[in-house]
Nanobody
Framework: QVQLVESGGGSVQAGGSLRLSCAAS????????MGWFRQASGQEREGVAT???????VYAASVKGRFTISRDNAKNSLSLQMDNLKPDDTAMYYC?????????????????????????WGQGTQVTVSS
């Protein structure tokens, strides 16, 4: 099992930027699919971005061009740079790791690996964007 701890959330005005970080420990490995997910109040959790062992990212349409996911396997860390934030980005953001690498067939279609395949989750970090 992988232990994940997020940091970097906070409050920002629309148009601002935040950088989320996720520190992985335990059985974390460089071959696992990792991702960021978010859940707004009263809504279902949704995928934001995933990244495979080859550092190939896939983004949700709502964040493409504004968010950048990256991983540092040497440091067992995952990051999410969020620029041009919008009030709709307000949510609890979660870091997650899958048992295996991201699904290549979905990556080729620009789709993220399904959420149910991610078995390790962090406790979340709150991002609030005001207009």
């Amino acid at each position: 099992q992988v232990q994940l701890v997020e940091s970097g959330g906070g409050s920002v005005q629309a148009g601002g930027s935040l950088r989320l970080s996720c520190a992985a420990s335990g059985s974390a490995g460089s071959t696992q699919c990792m991702g960021w997910f978010r859940q707004a109040s009263g809504q279902e959790r949704e995928g934001v971005a995933t990244i495979d062992s080859y550092n190939t990212p896939v983004y949700a349409a709502s964040v493409k061009g504004r968010f950048t996911i990256s991983r540092d396997n040497a440091k067992n860390s995952l990051s999410l740079q969020m620029d041009n934030l919008k009030p709709d980005d307000t949510a609890m953001y979660y870091c997650a790791a899958a048992e295996d690498d991201c699904m290549t067939e979905l990556r080729g279609l620009g789709l993220m690996t399904p959420m149910h395949l991610f078995h390790s989750w962090g406790q979340g970090t709150q991002v609030t964007v005001s207009s």
